[in-house]
Structures are given as structure tokens and as C-alpha cells.
């Protein structure tokens, strides 16, 4: 398993946006007894990055482990914790978080408003 933390590998061989520490490996676990998800990141992020072309992929993958490990589907109705944009060169979907966090702890609910964002900006922005 590889270590989680920055990579300092750019896709693409350059910054995605400013402090851009490259690509990330994190980890992700579930509380059963809590009902909840903890993605761990190795380092202090404000923000990550996904190109567009991959983004479904993570959009599939929070639904599928919602759907399988707590049967849930329905995603929470609005957070405050973090939003989804796209970059001004509209090649990548970035979540921004609300504080530099090293983990991203929320509800399966929490996490499927996320791949509901991350989906609305792929709509609007398909790969090329």
C-alpha cells in the first residue's frame, strides 16, 4: 500500500493551482458504529484536485460505498464544509474545504451531496 501523503508528481507536469503539493494518495476507512467515513490525507490540504476525465470515477466510488456499506443513497441536502469548482482552465474539478484539514470525516449522506457537487461540475465541463 502506498503511503498516504503528497506525491509532488504533477499531472500533466505542472501545478494544477497555486501550492499545488501534486497528486495526493489518501486513505480511506469507515466507522461502522458511527456510521461514517474518514478519508485521510498524510498532509495539511485547503484544497484537491481531480482532472475532469477521472472525476466519475470518484463520483461512482463514493456511491457505490455509500450504497453498499450503509445502504444509503440520499445525499444530504447542503454543507458548508466544503463546495466544488471547476478550474478557470476548465481541465479539473477541485474541492475546496472551508479549513486546511488533514482528514475528511462526514456521514454517508455528506459524502454523496459531495459526489452530487463533483457530478454537477462534470456536467457542465465534460472531459475533451
Not at 22 to 48: C, P, Q
Amino acid at each position: 500500500m502506498p503511503k498516504i501523503g503528497p506525491t509532488n508528481e504533477f499531472l500533466g507536469g505542472k501545478p494544477m493551482l497555486p501550492n499545488d503539493q501534486g497528486g495526493l494518495y489518501a486513505r480511506l476507512s469507515i466507522d461502522y458504529e458511527h456510521r461514517l467515513f474518514n478519508m485521510t490525507f498524510g498532509t495539511s490540504v485547503k484544497w484537491m484536485g481531480t482532472p475532469i476525465s477521472e472525476a466519475q470515477v470518484h463520483v461512482d466510488q463514493i456511491r457505490m460505498f455509500a450504497k453498499t456499506k450503509f445502504n444509503c443513497s440520499t445525499a444530504a441536502k447542503s454543507t458548508t464544509r466544503f463546495r466544488v469548482v471547476v478550474t478557470p482552465d476548465k481541465q479539473s474539478v477541485v474541492t475546496e474545504f472551508s479549513d486546511v484539514v488533514t482528514e475528511f470525516i462526514g456521514s454517508p449522506e455528506e459524502y454523496l451531496l459531495w459526489a452530487d457537487m463533483l457530478e454537477e461540475q462534470i456536467k457542465q465541463y465534460p472531459a475533451n
